[in-house]
């Protein structure tokens, strides 16, 4: 039977990148995100037919996640692999974010991938499944005002803790953190990241399926990776 993938924030960049490499891999996928245009663009864009579901949705809403979690496992039984990509960062500092706007990352960052692993757990202690969250490099290292690194952090903090509650159960955990990726994340912060050096979301993705792709009995536990030429 052919693994079955849930991807949160799937429709583009890294959640994308990993969605077609699963799909050529052989994974049946389903992807969620808050823009179902953008979705349906991307389920056009790959023809894979019945192979593809998608899922519009806030990641950081529990009725979303528990709906789309009930969906993957009643349309295809099993669930094999949760990736938790979905999130986003804000231009400038905690000094001039809107409180609302805070709010809202702090949901979609780590209330997100935190309700994903609740709802998902009972399945993947079934099938000896991986869970993947997807951090960042700021969430290693602190600048100055940056409400985005505190997300991440909390999501490092994530992977670790449900490492120590779900690896007596035969699930995997592993946390992928990313330097610069040129990807539509930096849109939501006013533009690109110009002259730095930056990885591809590909390039990303080939890591999480490195992670996932282990044999069974084996797990990554961190993997941290940034474009050469990247200091911090």
Request: aromatic content about 4%; charged content about 15%; hydrophobic content about 45%.
């Given at each position: 039977?052919?693994?079955?993938?849930?991807?949160?924030?799937?429709?583009?960049?890294?959640?994308?990148?990993?969605?077609?490499?699963?799909?050529?891999?052989?994974?049946?996928?389903?992807?969620?995100?808050?823009?179902?245009?953008?979705?349906?663009a991307f389920?056009?864009?790959?023809?894979?037919?019945?192979?593809?579901?998608?899922?519009?949705?806030?990641?950081?809403?529990?009725?979303?996640?528990?709906?789309?979690?009930?969906?993957?496992?009643?349309?295809?039984?099993?669930?094999?692999?949760?990736?938790?990509?979905?999130?986003?960062?804000?231009?400038?500092?905690?000094?001039?974010?809107?409180?609302?706007?805070?709010?809202?990352?702090?949901?979609?960052?780590?209330?997100?991938?935190?309700?994903?692993?609740?709802?998902?757990?009972?399945?993947?202690?079934?099938?000896?499944?991986?869970?993947?969250?997807?951090?960042?490099?700021?969430?290693?290292?602190?600048?100055?005002?940056?409400?985005?690194?505190?997300?991440?952090?909390?999501?490092?903090?994530?992977?670790?803790?449900?490492?120590?509650?779900a690896t007596?159960?035969?699930?995997?955990?592993?946390?992928?953190?990313?330097?610069?990726?040129?990807?539509?994340?930096?849109?939501?912060?006013?533009?690109?990241?110009?002259?730095?050096?930056?990885?591809?979301?590909?390039?990303?993705?080939?890591?999480?399926?490195?992670?996932?792709?282990?044999?069974?009995?084996?797990?990554?536990?961190?993997?941290?990776?940034?474009?050469?030429?990247?200091?911090?």
């Open positions: 039977m052919d693994p079955v993938t849930l991807i949160t924030g799937g429709s583009s960049g890294i959640g994308a990148a990993t969605a077609r490499a699963l799909l050529k891999q052989g994974h049946q996928v389903a992807i969620t995100g808050r823009d179902a245009d953008r979705l349906a389920a056009t864009s790959t023809a894979a037919g019945e192979r593809l579901l998608t899922i519009s949705g806030d990641a950081g809403d529990e009725s979303h996640i528990a709906s789309a979690v009930s969906q993957v496992a009643g349309l295809w039984g099993r669930l094999d692999t949760v990736i938790a990509n979905a999130g986003f960062s804000l231009p400038g500092t905690l000094e001039d974010h809107d409180p609302q706007s805070m709010r809202a990352m702090i949901l979609t960052n780590v209330l997100g991938p935190a309700l994903l692993v609740r709802e998902t757990l009972p399945h993947l202690r079934v099938s000896k499944g991986r869970i993947v969250i997807v951090g960042s490099v700021a969430g290693t290292r602190n600048t100055p005002g940056n409400l985005y690194s505190v997300t991440k952090w909390a999501a490092h903090a994530l992977a670790e803790n449900v490492r120590l509650l007596k159960d035969g699930v995997g955990v592993t946390l992928v953190a990313p330097g610069v990726v040129d990807t539509p994340f930096w849109n939501e912060r006013g533009g690109s990241p110009q002259a730095a050096p930056t990885l591809t979301a590909e390039q990303v993705a080939e890591a999480i399926l490195f992670a996932v792709n282990q044999p069974g009995g084996v797990n990554v536990n961190h993997l941290v990776m940034r474009p050469v030429g990247q200091v911090g």
